[in-house]
Every structure is written in structure tokens, then in C-alpha cells.
């Protein structure tokens, strides 16, 4: 009886340390090697289980040959890296794909030769119910919301609008730049802040400093979508830093189940141009209360 208590206890042991089933090869593609990408890269080679995942790195985008090792998922970071891997990957192997807009992420998804295969995006947007509760949060006096909107962005608008919590949405099309600043200039006077939304034909490095320059001169504040707009000149943005988008990533990769085809980003960060902010006259919250409020209505 004792030998076979024994043999019971020594096989749970056994089992109990054995390593993790192995999961398969990764390829890490990468649109650049530098700046977010190399912030993205490290931290996923991090945080994935290298027990189970086995990670083959392709720093460049225009590197990327399918081949040894064969690739049982495909990580993209940027939208060069997404448009390699449509093009050139065996049409069974599944992508997730990171660090980039929903719009061009959709873009690219149309563009793209028709192949069978399961395909997520990870996007950088903003779940609208978290936009919407930041702008309460930072601007609670603030109710008439201005959003310059595109063929890109346009059909974005109704969700926005169906989270809104009390928020009314003006907008303007803006879909080439000959009529960027007409309807920005007829936006403003109806609003009392305008939300840009990660929409690469208006927030353009060569617009982006006349649309500032002309919200300020009408004492709008800017609510942006990345640390480096708030740098430029934008009063706010809440946003995901590419470190927290390779650690979520790494969270699908582990869990069970069909994942769905966009997913928004679970973690954030906020930033505030406090400059900005006191040559506006406006009292702002600082970063760490308005994170503590959005994590209170269930943001993470």
C-alpha cells in the first residue's frame, strides 16, 4: 500500500514539474527596428513564455522571407510589417497584428490579396467609452466635442456617439487638404474642444502644426491620441505606449479561444502639456488623478 501511495506521490511530482506543452515558433516582425518597434520588441520577448514560444525576430519589414523556422503565428508591429506578412505569408498562418490605427489596419485588410486565415488587430484607438470619459474627467465643462473626421474615420462616428455619456459630437469632413482648415474653421465656433482621432490623412506631419496653431489662436484645446501630439501642442492625450501593447499582446497569445478582430487596448497612460493648459487658462487634473478616475469607471 505504501509503494503504491509512493508511485502516486512520485508521477505528481512528475507532472507537476514538468515543463509547459510546447506551443510553437513566433515570428516577430517588425516595421523599423527602432523607436516604438525596439520599445514593442523587447517587451514582448519578455513577457512571452519562452517555455512554450519560440521567438524568430525580423527587425525590417522588406527582410521578411517566409522559411526556417516555419511560423506557427505571426506578430507584426507597424503597418509596413502587416503589409509584408498579408502579402507574403503562407495563407494558413495566422497574424496578429499590433501598433497601428484600426482605419489602417482595414485599409491594409482590403488591399490585401483574399487568403484564408484567422487575422486579429491589435489597435492602437482608444475604446470610445474611455475617450468619452477622459474628456468628462479633464474638461468637465466641456460638452460640445468638435471631430474632424475622413472616408477613414467617418464610420467611427457612431460608436462614439452611442458612448458618448452625455457628450454631443460635432463634426466636419475633412477628406483632402484643400478642405482641412475650411472645416476646422467651421467646426470651432460650435464646439468647445476638439477630439483628434488617429486619422492619417488629416494628422499629417505637415498639417498637424497648422491645425494647432489655428485651435489655439480660437482657444480650443486639443485632445490628442499620442504623447508626441501633446508634445507638439495638444492639451491631453490618453493613449497606449508600445511597451503595454506587447504585453497585451502577449496575453492573447497565451489564452484559449478565437479571439475577435479588433481588440482595443486594456492599458493606458495619460499625458497633460501643462503649458498649454495655463496659456488657455484651463484647470486641468493631473495625470496620476485622471488615471485613478478612469481606472474607477473600469478602465484598466
Given at each position: ?54 521567438i ?5 519589414a ?10 506557427d ?5 507597424g ?35 483574399r ?10 484607438d482608444?475604446?470610445p ?26 464610420h ?13 459630437f ?15 474653421n ?14 492619417a ?31 507638439a501642442?495638444a ?10 501593447i506587447?504585453?497585451?499582446a502577449?496575453?492573447?497569445i ?5 479571439l ?14 501643462a503649458?498649454v ?13 485622471l ?10
Amino acid at each position: 500500500m505504501l509503494a503504491k501511495v509512493s508511485a502516486r506521490f512520485l508521477l505528481c511530482l512528475t507532472l507537476l514539474l514538468a515543463p509547459v506543452a510546447w506551443a510553437g515558433n513566433v515570428t516577430l516582425l517588425l516595421s523599423d527596428s527602432a523607436g516604438p518597434y525596439a520599445e514593442f520588441s523587447s517587451t514582448f520577448s519578455e513577457a512571452l513564455n519562452s517555455r512554450r514560444w519560440s521567438i524568430h525576430l525580423v527587425p525590417k519589414a522588406d527582410a521578411y522571407t517566409p522559411g526556417a523556422p516555419t511560423a506557427d503565428l505571426i506578430v507584426t508591429a507597424g503597418s509596413e510589417a502587416l503589409r509584408q506578412a498579408l502579402q507574403r505569408a503562407p495563407p494558413g498562418t495566422p497574424i496578429l497584428a499590433t501598433l497601428l490605427p484600426r482605419q489602417t489596419f482595414e485599409r491594409l485588410l482590403n488591399e490585401a490579396p483574399r487568403a484564408k486565415r484567422q487575422l486579429t488587430a491589435l489597435v492602437l484607438d482608444q475604446p470610445p467609452a474611455r475617450l468619452s470619459a477622459f474628456i468628462r474627467h479633464l474638461l468637465p465643462g466641456q460638452s460640445r466635442i468638435g471631430v474632424l473626421s475622413s472616408s477613414e474615420t467617418r464610420h467611427l462616428l457612431p460608436t462614439l456617439r452611442q458612448s458618448s455619456a452625455g457628450l454631443q459630437f460635432e463634426n466636419e469632413d475633412a477628406d483632402n487638404d484643400a478642405a482641412l482648415l475650411t472645416a476646422l474653421n467651421n467646426l470651432l465656433p460650435r464646439v468647445g474642444v476638439l477630439l483628434a482621432l488617429p486619422d492619417a490623412s488629416i494628422y499629417r506631419r505637415e498639417s498637424i502644426k497648422s491645425i494647432l496653431i489655428t485651435t489655439y489662436r480660437q482657444q480650443r484645446p486639443v485632445i490628442a491620441y499620442s504623447s508626441a501630439f501633446v508634445t507638439a501642442g495638444a492639451l491631453a492625450a490618453v493613449y497606449s505606449t508600445p511597451a503595454q501593447i506587447a504585453r497585451q499582446a502577449t496575453q492573447l497569445i497565451e489564452q484559449t479561444g478565437t479571439l475577435p478582430a479588433i481588440v482595443y487596448p486594456s492599458q493606458f497612460a495619460i499625458a497633460i502639456n501643462a503649458n498649454v493648459a495655463q496659456a488657455l487658462g484651463l484647470n486641468v487634473a493631473d495625470e496620476a488623478s485622471l488615471r485613478q478616475r478612469l481606472l474607477g469607471e473600469g478602465g484598466q
